[in-house]
């Protein structure tokens, strides 16, 4: 498929060029096929065949008989052309992969055994057999051709992607990774292909591949095409490539963080800012956006763009990082004009300072931009205030604000105070307008999606303490509202019991995990509390306990979401009981 696709690809830029047999057919022949027109194309095919233009005509036909539906009917040509070409290695690929889509095995076989008698050093003929049978999963067969080229060529290491492609279909992880990196250290551009061969690998083997895929500042392991060349002495493209490969990794694992730590110790050059910056969009795309925070700031530095800095600064807001987003977005301005800075630096300048309850400064900072602020921008703005006064504590001075800035019903901080007041109705309205959902906005509504009530007085007084940053208030308050919103009063516990572990107030979120259990269970909190309780238990070093919990999750809710992570769980308990790792000073064995 990348050869075809390559191919749509490369043939138009070479007969741009220069002149080639066959131009006007091939390009008709081309534009036919991009417009699903196969039957036609194939005539402009065969007339290109006829004027000399084997190697693009004879790929065009292939994919056009076969959007037909039509393989066979490529046989006839390719056997008079292959009478005068023997040793084509186009025309041996498309007979190839034609008797393999046909299900002419036997055929297929013979063919390559034909092509690699005619030059028993050439790797062509493997390389294209192998990946067919890998195409297949036919992992075996694959394995016993990719011996005999080893044996052919005198040595492995030229088969460096085909064993990567066979180990990882094999399910061998950790010698696919070592492959690939043998076949980077020669090719650095195969870190694409790396990365979508291995990212399959389950979570029990990941630290098996990153292992193999070695570190960027010490000596890599052995691999199985031998001993690789140290750290020290791989140039700068081949480091990058094992970088960007671990590191995309990453991303596709749920892990944006590490990625970054991996991605971070490359040198500062102009080459690794863009990397930088590529992987900010790839990171903010899976949600790290705290990563993509620091790519972007990384990136800056070496760049000195200002516009590099308040994307960071836009990712640092994004993860919640109010402080390290006014520090980035104070930064770039100087380096914007003055419209720039007003409509890009600014705003962001102005919510990490609400969102730090610093209000007053950003009211001073609005002052100072003066006519550059419009009437648009003002009324945003006071919605940023009216929400750095409830940060602040000061409801009366943030229902002022909210009024400036239009006091919309259907407006989010207008959302936020309805809340507040216990309006539940009120908060729907506005909240559902907010256009970054960020955790607080996502938690206020799940728990008004739950409710029922168009109003609940006693909730107001645990999202402000929530807001104000009180966590013990909020999950004290939250835990009373229970009572009083018996549709969501396993959800209000459930967020009790957050706020408490974000507290390090484990023993507070134990009893709450545990009157979820007990009086909640068809609610979708039990089997999240249940599993929360046995993470506690195994950090606890309570390894009975914690198997206990997970088992009972397990029985409990078998068709919870959260049962494959009970598993994996238990399994990773056992797994380090069984390696010695699982000891305390009791003897017994201990979580981390």
Not at 121 to 150: C, F, H, I, N
Not at 509 to 531: F, H, M, Y
Request: net charge neutral; with cysteine.
């Amino acid at each position: 498929m990348r050869r075809w696709l390559g191919a749509l690809l490369v043939v138009p830029a070479t007969l741009a060029a220069q002149a080639q047999p066959g131009e006007a057919a091939l390009r008709r022949g081309i534009d036919l096929e991009n417009a699903a027109k196969y039957r036609e194309a194939v005539v402009a095919y065969r007339e290109a065949l006829a004027q000399g233009a084997v190697a693009s005509a004879i790929l065009g036909l292939e994919r056009s008989f076969g959007a037909l539906g039509q393989d066979d009917s490529i046989m006839p040509t390719l056997d008079a052309l292959m009478r005068a070409s023997p040793r084509d290695p186009t025309l041996r690929g498309v007979q190839l992969r034609t008797l393999r889509t046909l299900g002419r095995d036997a055929a297929a076989r013979r063919a390559f055994d034909d092509w690699r008698a005619l030059d028993a050093g050439d790797a062509a003929p493997y390389r294209e057999y192998v990946r067919l049978l890998l195409t297949d999963r036919r992992a075996a067969l694959a394995d016993s051709v990719l011996q005999q080229a080893v044996q052919a060529r005198g040595g492995a290491r030229e088969f460096a992607t085909e064993f990567a492609d066979l180990y990882a279909t094999m399910g061998r992880w950790d010698a696919a990774a070592a492959a690939w990196r043998e076949a980077m250290l020669a090719e650095p551009y195969l870190d694409q292909s790396a990365i979508y061969s291995l990212m399959g690998a389950p979570t029990a083997a990941r630290d098996g591949v990153r292992a193999a895929l070695g570190a960027l500042t010490a000596a890599p392991p052995r691999t199985p095409m031998g001993a690789s060349q140290g750290v020290g002495a791989l140039p700068a493209a081949v480091v990058a490539a094992l970088a960007r490969t671990r590191a995309w990794l990453e991303l596709r694992w749920g892990s944006p963080r590490d990625a970054w730590r991996v991605l971070g110790v490359l040198p500062p050059t102009d080459s690794t800012a863009q990397t930088w910056v590529d992987f900010a969009d790839e990171a903010q795309q899976a949600g790290g956006a705290l990563a993509a925070r620091d790519a972007l700031a990384a990136a800056y530095r070496v760049r000195h763009d200002a516009s590099l800095a308040v994307r960071a600064a836009s990712a640092a807001m994004a993860g919640g990082d109010a402080a390290d987003a006014l520090r980035l977005a104070t930064d770039a301005t100087p380096a914007l004009d003055s419209t720039r800075a007003a409509g890009e630096a600014l705003p962001l300048r102005v919510r990490a300072l609400a969102e730090l309850a610093r209000v007053q400064e950003a009211e001073q900072l609005i002052a100072a931009y003066g006519p550059r602020v419009t009437e648009p921008q003002r009324r945003v703005f006071a919605r940023s205030l009216a929400w750095g006064w409830i940060r602040a504590g000061d409801v009366v001075r943030a229902r002022r604000a909210a009024a400036q800035g239009g006091g919309e019903d259907e407006d989010v901080v207008s959302g936020w105070l309805a809340l507040f007041d216990g309006d539940l109705d009120g908060a729907r309205r506005g909240l559902r307008t907010a256009e970054e959902k960020s955790p607080e906005v996502v938690t206020a509504l799940a728990f008004i999606s739950r409710a029922r009530l168009a109003r609940a007085p006693g909730i107001g007084a645990a999202f402000l303490a929530l807001a104000r940053g009180d966590s013990a208030q909020a999950s004290r308050a939250f835990e009373q509202a229970a009572e009083s919103v018996p549709d969501a009063a396993s959800f209000l516990l459930g967020l009790a019991a957050r706020v408490a572990v974000a507290r390090r107030d484990e023993a507070r979120a134990l009893v709450l995990w545990t009157r979820i259990v007990a009086q909640c269970a068809a609610s979708p909190e039990a089997p999240e509390a249940d599993l929360e309780w046995a993470r506690v238990l195994a950090r606890r070093g309570d390894r009975d306990g914690a198997t206990a919990r997970l088992e009972h999750l397990i029985l409990t809710w078998p068709d919870s979401a959260l049962v494959p992570q009970a598993r994996e769980t238990l399994e990773r308990m056992r797994a380090m009981r069984d390696e010695g790792q699982w000891t305390d000073d009791r003897g017994h064995a201990s979580g981390t």
